[in-house]
């Protein structure tokens, strides 16, 4: 059992940044993929970045690419996703979540087996 709690999220103004943490239980999260997912209101939920399980490979949506970075502590438990240059766009719930398999930069929501309750983050003009 993994569970997952997100944080950071808040009130931002555009090209501002912030920083999301998602703090982990369950010991195999060292040997977990982790993946950011965000969804705003009335739209589907959409990938955003993920990282295999030593960090060694990432993969991220084509609308954050050069100004999100994920990253992850295994000795924490951790996984963040630092926005940069943020967009009213960007405006949405952000969840967190778990992929066990770990060698692979999970894209699909039904890649994923475990899921966070999300962090609000509102960037406004």
Do not use: H
């Not at 999301?20 to 739209?43: E, I, N, V």
């Not at 996984?79 to 405006?91: E, I």
Request: glycine letters at 10%; hydrophobic letters at 30%.
């Amino acid at each position: 059992q993994v569970q997952l709690v997100e944080s950071g999220g808040e009130l931002v103004q555009t090209g501002g940044s912030l920083r999301l943490s998602c703090a982990a239980s369950g010991r195999t999260f060292s040997s977990s993929t982790m993946g950011w997912f965000r969804q705003a209101p009335g739209k589907e939920r959409d990938f955003v970045a993920a990282i295999n399980w030593n960090g060694g490979s990432t993969y991220y949506a084509d609308s954050v690419k050069g100004r999100f970075t994920i990253s992850r502590d295994n000795a924490k438990n951790t996984v963040y996703l630092q926005m940069n240059s943020l967009k009213p766009d960007d405006t949405a719930v952000y969840y967190c979540a778990n992929d066990r398999t770990g060698w692979r930069t999970s894209r699909r929501e039904y890649e994923y087996q475990y899921w966070g309750q999300g962090t609000q983050v509102t960037v406004s003009s």
